[in-house]
């Protein structure tokens, strides 16, 4: 049997996207052994109100882009120069959304690619995620019919998804983007983890696979 694990993020935040390298090693080493499901925590939802309430006192936009960037050059990634500068993203949101309609509309994989492509384009090459006009761009450069996508967001169904995905963030407490659940919210991986503690914790799991927790 296939190891679950719940995988949070927001697109906009660093650490998931210093984090893509470790879990594209965690699906190398261990395809047939995890099923990996892709959920959102919305940390990015309203940019200015967390600007406002969390680094107002620190620099703003200024004092998070020179967070942003020693982040990233802990792990030796670049960042574009504009972001946080010119390229400011008001949310988050619209990226998930066209997310989870890759999801309806094709499968976890899409889903994945998708939100790879928006972190580059905002970390790489400077675009502003929250602007639709921008990601119905990016869905073309996917080589899909923008088309294919509004039918799920149109319909409710993307959305739908994603209050799903809200509603499970505050049943396991999730704190913040990148977290890691496993063994039904028994584990939870949160932050900057190194690739050596979730393959620790999985090999546990893996080793445990047939038990099942029964103290109490």
Not at 7 to 31: G, H, K, M, P, S
Not at 63 to 87: D, K, M, N, P, Y
Not at 140 to 166: F, H, P, T, Y
């Amino acid at each position: 049997m296939k190891i679950k694990i719940d995988y949070f993020t927001d697109v906009l935040c660093v650490w998931a996207y210093i984090n893509e390298r470790r879990i594209a090693e965690l699906n190398q080493d261990y395809l047939k052994q995890i099923n990996l499901s892709h959920h959102y925590v919305e940390i990015f939802a309203s940019v200015a109100d967390k600007m406002a309430s969390q680094w107002q006192a620190k620099g703003g936009y200024g004092g998070f882009r020179e967070h942003v960037v020693q982040a990233a050059e802990q792990f030796q990634l670049s960042v574009h120069s504009s972001i946080w500068q010119t390229c400011k993203p008001t949310s988050s949101a619209p990226a998930h959304l066209y997310g989870k309609a890759f999801q309806i509309v094709f499968d976890d994989n899409a889903e994945l690619k998708w939100l790879s492509a928006v972190r580059q384009a905002f970390f790489i090459d400077g675009r502003d995620i929250s602007q639709v006009a921008v990601l119905d761009e990016m869905v073309n450069e996917q080589g899909v019919e923008s088309g294919q996508i509004k039918v799920a967001i149109d319909s409710g169904a993307a959305i739908a998804a994603l209050m799903l995905d809200r509603k499970t963030c505050e049943s396991w407490k999730i704190k913040g983007s990148p977290s890691l659940v496993m063994n039904q919210g028994r584990q939870i991986l949160f932050g900057n983890v190194g690739y050596g503690i979730i393959r620790a914790n999985i090999e546990e799991l893996r080793q445990n696979n047939s038990s099942k927790a029964s103290w109490c």
